[in-house]
């Protein structure tokens, strides 16, 4: 009962920073007649973040024992994961404190990519509720900067439940690779990888989503450089054959996840965005409008022999209920965490 009225309070602090900070920045970037942009909210708010003393005390909530759900050898307190989209240590620490299961972390390629030119993520309204449009575009360090700074994150050691480290590429090579310097190194933490096969936002970044045979050769050559549990990202914009085939290859490969899905391919105007608003005309959208295609891609592995996350839409309680009850393991969200990250404690309790 405590624990309930502490993470409404918090939920309702973030809810208020969150909106004043948004008021403000986007009026400054007006009054300088800038475009508004998502993006330095988002910025600003990670440093406030930072600044917060006692995070782990602050923010931690228990995580009722009978959440734990087991795949493979990984052990996930709860079944709710922070899906791919963030590499902020706060956020993720914060989020683990919560009672997220584990945290895949944002997706990494071979090389530093500044990602796409700015406004490239907006919150938009869509049938009435938020939702995110973005066109990131991959943006970051680089695999070799990202295995010194993550192998810096002390609260990792200490978590005691698995890491998800996310791998894009331009090429089957490039995933290939990056996982060969992974391997190559020693992490004191436990940790899966996952394949992201279905960014919309950079060229090639889909490519694997729809070449199954490429993934096959892949994953072949995977398995001879790793028995880490691997699991392998798809896009809602896959049709229905393509996930059940998908599926089906995983199944032939030991310890692989399927995780359905990713943001779906959208157009800005369809969402009331303009070129100045935003600058790429397609882009990924996540948030409510997707959990109906992404229960329609669980009940599609229904019949496949391999553990599903489902990811793209969850906000609600009984989008769990729903989600389990079509056949997955593990929850992932990402949007519902922007908006109220205390969500986390919410889910936990009526598991
Ligand atoms: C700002 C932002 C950045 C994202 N970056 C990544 C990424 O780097 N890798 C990835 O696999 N998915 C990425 N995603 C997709 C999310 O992990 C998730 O699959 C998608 O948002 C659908 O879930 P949701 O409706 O709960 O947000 C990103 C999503 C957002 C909103």
Request: net charge positive; with cysteine.
């Amino acid at each position: 009962m405590i624990n309930e009225i502490r993470a409404k309070s918090l939920g309702y602090v973030y809810k208020v920073i969150r909106t004043l900070s948004k008021y403000f920045i986007f009026r400054l970037s007006k009054g300088k007649q800038n475009q508004p942009d998502l993006e330095s909210v988002i910025n600003f708010g990670d440093s406030i973040l930072d600044l917060i003393p006692f995070k782990p005390t602050l923010f931690n909530f228990s995580i009722p024992k009978k959440n734990k759900v087991s795949v493979y050898d990984l052990e996930f307190p709860s079944p709710f994961i922070v899906s791919s989209f963030k590499m902020h240590s706060s956020s993720l620490q914060m989020w683990s404190s919560m009672g997220a299961g584990s945290v895949i972390v944002k997706t990494i390629l071979p090389d530093v990519s500044l990602g796409n030119s700015r406004p490239r993520i907006q919150e938009v309204d869509w049938n009435g509720k938020p939702h995110i449009l973005n066109a990131m575009g991959l943006p970051g360090p680089g695999i070799s900067s990202f295995i010194s700074t993550i192998q810096d994150w002390d609260w990792l050691k200490k978590l005691n439940r698995p890491v998800g480290i996310s791998i894009g590429g331009h090429s089957s090579h490039d995933y290939f690779e990056s996982i060969k310097k992974i391997e190559s190194c020693s992490f004191n933490f436990t940790y899966f990888y996952e394949l992201n096969i279905s960014c919309p936002n950079t060229p090639d970044g889909a490519n694997l989503s729809k070449h199954v045979d490429q993934l096959d050769a892949l994953l072949r050559d995977l398995r001879q450089i790793t028995n880490r549990v691997i699991s392998v990202k798809l896009s809602p914009a896959q049709t229905n054959k393509e996930i059940k085939s998908y599926g089906n290859l995983l199944s032939s490969y030991d310890r692989m996840i399927v995780n359905v899905g990713n943001t779906r391919p959208t157009e800005r105007n369809v969402v009331g965005l303009s070129e100045l608003q935003f600058t790429r005309p397609v882009a990924g959208l996540s948030g409510p409008a997707l959990i109906e295609r992404t229960r329609e891609m669980v009940r599609e592995l229904k019949s496949v022999n391999v553990p599903v996350i489902a990811t793209g839409g969850i906000s609600t309680a009984s989008d769990i209920y729903n989600l389990k009850s079509d056949g997955a393991d593990l929850f992932g969200m990402a949007t519902s965490l922007v908006f109220n990250p205390f969500i986390l404690v919410e889910l936990n309790k009526r598991f």
